[in-house]
């Protein structure tokens, strides 16, 4: 069995990451080696994939990386499993300029079969319509099968079914709606704790109400070719990763580059007291350093260890705003942090800042995402910054020889050379 797809909708909140973990995990209980990936530069989704799937979920990024690198990425991983399941991001076609990038666009990119995922809460043959619209917009792109969401009864699935066969698609099957499969949102998405029992109703919720073996039958593949990864240790560093509830927002391919730059030990901003050992580079990646303040700001002797570190340093948002000098919550409390920087970010009045990152940095170019509803008050426009449409943005972004730190989070796991290069 070699079952390769991609799961869509029209539009967020169809479910489409809901029904990816169930899939993921009612696969896996049928014995199925699982491997998913996530169209976008979204990192909180894979962190559950990862959970549902027990291995790593892949980033795949038109605009991240070459296409090379993700016919490489894809390759590699899929073939060490019997089903590749892709989430898409946003509606099928929404990209970065009009479709590129979108979830439609990978799918063409790598030749896999979509499945789209529909919300038919409120509806019934108008389906039809929009069934027809998606699968004849682009002619180039296979859509395989239709799995119906929010969906409670019988009579109204035949109506949804029909209206799928109307159109020539394949009707999968029909979720009903279950309160048990819900899991709780935070300000950057699905929470990131806790989730399994919410998967493991999914799964068992999937298993009852799709056909899995249709699904798999009709998405199934050749094999796509073994293909390692190209492996080049370049460095003998000692390098520090944060990771706890706090920093986790990690990219595997990002720390694969990493191993190949020395050996990584990872620690806990929240419950270390003091490093481990003085790294050759210290990464303090994003994550939820705004909902853990008084463990952070009291982890006193851990702090001032940190201002006083000489090396190298690279700091992706949630990371930058422990090295400023503070950060101030919802109700105006500032708790300090590190001191390294000079930024203070708050919590108060936030505002979703959101889009893809190009930088122009002494001679380098870096990409990357921002994604955070914190702010500063103080821009530092030592780089050029742009958005997807080219357009100067004022992100702040912090550069001294071994020191990289931005609230955009930085994608280096095709070529490490720049990042490398602004620390040396």
Partial sequence: MNSQFLLAAPHSGAGKTTVTLGLLRALLHKGFRVQPFKCGPDYIDPIHHRTAAGRNSINLDRFLMSDTHIHALYNHYSSCADVSITEGVMGLFDGAKKSEGSSADLAKQLDLPVILILNAKAMAYSAAAILYGLKNFDKDLHIAGVIFNFVDSPSHYKILSAACEDVGLQPLGHLPSNKDLRIPSRHLGLDTADADTAIEAAARHIEAHL????????????PRPTAPLPYISSSSWQILVARDAAFHFLYPQNIRQLEQWGTITYFSPLKDTTLPFQPDLL?????????YLEALSDNTTLLRQIKTYNGRIIAECGGMMYLGESITDSSGKAWPMAGVLDIATTMQSPKLS???????LNGQTLKGHEFHFSRSATSYPIADVRNVQN???????????????????????????PIKTLLS
């Fill in 211 to 222: 056909d899995l073996e249709n699904l798999l039958q009709i998405t199934q593949t050749s």
């Fill in 283 to 291: 990464y303090l990646p994003g994550g939820y350093p705004e909902l």
């Fill in 354 to 360: 959101i889009g893809y990152r190009t930088v122009q």
């Fill in 391 to 417: 357009e100067p943005v004022s992100t702040p972004l912090f550069s001294r020889p071994g020191l990289l730190a931005s609230y955009a989070h930085f994608y280096w796991g095709e070529d490490g050379h």
